[in-house]
């Protein structure tokens, strides 16, 4: 299991890119994957290739109609931890023995 | 005002890293920005030179104990656009017309 | 055609991992797609399927002797425009009329 | 030391974006710090105030007449080494025992 956050964006669309964004976020509520939304990305969590199939699956939706598209990509894998969404910001709230904002 | 999302790592203190995490989401949490920690990295909303500020001062932190370290940035900017930790998501939500996982 | 750029290191394998990143590099010159290796990662230039199946075949050899892994990857699709592995240092080149260090 | 790689565009200034992106090589070129371009991004060396320094007058060229800019940044710091602009590539190619594509 990965992790994988990644944000993805038109360049040439103009200076307010919700549409566009909000699209992806459709493809990825409807993937069947868990994921986090936050201000700057989505956190997916599943297998190498479903998480890669649903950024595949969004920049597909966005280059029928963005001639020109930026995707920054980041992901964390460690081998037999699953479940990592909730529990990598548990264990710092434990380390830090108080609740932060999330 | 700037989102900025950060994630910072020593390489060479063993797979689990989050004894030093904890160390910069407490520097985070008692810088005064507001900001938000997601399973990926903390994303923090202010000026230029407070949000990079906040990330150097984690940096300094964990150069004590630690000789390699990887940090990856993410930067948007917006002119005359406050308050974005909580109104990018609202925004997606708005546009999708239903509630996501955040 | 896109251009991908990534850089993929193991956790908790010590601070020096010039073994694990030259394994990469080792697939990637033997990937048959072009490249270019800069001190921060490396660029492709492909086919969407080409230049992640290339990570993902840095990661399936890195993750048989390492349970953690950092992976940052940032693509830029641009419709129609190929061989921008050499024309967008060019372009920028000719607007600034010298020559910069490559 | 720190080896800083980073890469600014404005969104909502069409899709290409070449003016800017040269208007920030002039700022690096000029900066007296040592760097390398490469197809997705500039690539410094130097102590984390100056390189960062060089970031942040791009940024402020940049939003004289951009109204939203993004910019990613990956920090690889190491104790103890320097003149990694070369040393890192020259890594590799030794642990292969063959040149590489840079």
Same mark, same amino acid.
């Not at 909000?22 to 479903?50: A, C, F, H, Q």
């Not at 995707?71 to 830090?96: M, P």
């Given at each position: 299991?990965?992790? !994988?956050?990644? $944000? ?35 956190? !997916? ?41 909730? $529990? ?11 609740? !932060?904002?999330?």
């Amino acid at each position: 299991m990965v992790l !994988l956050e990644f $944000s993805m964006s038109p360049l040439g669309q103009g200076e307010s890119v919700g549409k566009y964004v909000s699209r992806s976020l459709d493809v990825i509520d409807k993937s069947g994957l868990d994921y986090r939304l936050n201000p700057m990305g989505t956190v !997916l969590e599943g297998e190498w290739d479903d998480v890669f199939g649903v950024v595949r699956r969004c920049f597909e939706r966005m280059k029928k109609d963005c001639n020109r598209i930026s995707c920054t990509i980041k992901v964390d894998y460690r081998k037999g931890h699953a479940g990592r969404l909730s $529990s990598k910001v548990a264990s710092v709230e434990k380390h830090l023995k108080r609740k !932060l904002r999330v």
